[in-house]
């Protein structure tokens, strides 16, 4: 499941581990001039013991950083070393500096949140779990925090409940986030497909031949646009009503699928026009068959939910090159495909009208020129 907030891929954990690094250092410098304000004002031996430590901090932040730039990306055991080392400098300081520590009382659940919101949960958890034993641990060693002892206590509380509830939120996140993932990907096919039959609409459509135009042109490989419906599909709606004649469509979506490659589009275009869109090296030869395929399933229908139906389709079908279907718009082949489906209504029905383009390198878009279907076949051996 996707993370709701920014994880750091492989390729740009370094960039963010850098990032990380510049923080540390800064806290090194805070840090440093606290105690060294309370070295000069107070001579405090607590605050010299705090510079060391924090001079080795510094010294450590050096070499993370070191590490990050010369091998950068994820590295499992430099963020256990890490996420650890974090958290013991800042109980360390607590331990050795007594009330000077309090300085560093809220580093830890910060720390915390810090590398669940750069990293993840995994290590929010680790670094809350690190700091929380070493709180114990100072109590159980530390007369000073003995002695603070409800103080310490609510520390301890302090570092289970803010990781805890940031743990909270961001699991909410997490679901928010895939339910907005479910809500898209519904609208998104909502927008691309037809309602009743599931198949790509008109929109679907053209986007698939924008690619598959752009990927032919680059092959100079053959396009095939079939428009077909269903003859005597007003029929049966005004005979047996529009919930029969919704099966049918679906029934048609479902078997005109089955004579189809997987990267061959079947799609709907409303009411009970379908277009078929081909696409391949033979696809001329493949435009015919599938054409003929169409015709034999759709006639295989003889009944709907018990009731007799008599259907047939008619195919129109437009076929072109890649170089040349680049000069027209998905419209306009529609549109010739559309024309060759009414004549072969015209011609009786149950019939198939195919047409190519002109091989003229330069046509028009808005003006189409066909050669004879009769020559189609003959010429689809030099396409």
Known sequence: MASPYPIPTRQNFGDVELGQCKVRLAI??????????????????HAAQGLEILGGYFAYAILHWCWVRKKPGFNPWRMYIVTIADQ???ISLMFFTQEL???????????????????????????????????MVIGLYSNYWQDNLILLMGLVILNATIPAYVLMLL?????????????AKKMENMALND??????????????????????????????????????????NDTYGH??????????AIRVSNVLRKKDMLARLGGDEFVVLLHGESSVERANLVAN????????????????????????????????????????LLHEADQNMYKAKKAGKNQIVFTG???????????????????????????
């Open 28 to 45: 090194g410098v805070a840090g440093g001039s606290w105690y060294f304000f309370w070295l000069l004002y107070a001579h405090s031996s």
């Open 88 to 90: 013991a400098v800042s």
């Open 101 to 135: 520590g309090y300085f560093f009382v809220f580093a830890n659940p910060w720390i915390s949140t810090g590398n669940g919101l750069r990293f993840g949960k995994k290590w929010m958890l680790l670094s809350a779990t690190v700091a929380i034993t070493g709180l």
């Open 171 to 183: 699991n909410g996140l997490e679901e928010s986030r895939k339910q907005l993932s479910i809500y």
């Open 195 to 236: 309602k009743l039959t599931g198949l790509p609409n008109r929109p679907a459509l053209f986007a698939e031949f924008k690619r598959i135009v752009s990927f032919s042109d680059r092959n100079n490989m053959v396009i095939a646009l079939l428009y077909f419906d269903l003859d005597g599909f007003k029929k049966v």
């Open 243 to 252: 919930s029969v004649g919704d099966i049918l469509l679906k029934e048609t």
């Open 293 to 332: 395929r169409i015709l034999q399933t759709i006639s295989s229908i003889k009944s709907i939910r018990g009731d007799k139906v008599d259907i047939t389709a008619s195919v129109g079908g437009i076929v072109a090159r890649g170089l040349e279907a680049t000069d027209f718009k998905a419209e306009a």
């Open 357 to 383: 383009l002109s091989d003229e390198t330069h046509v028009p878009e808005t003006a189409l020129n066909f050669r004879d279907t009769t020559n189609l076949v003959s010429e689809s051996q030099q396409i």
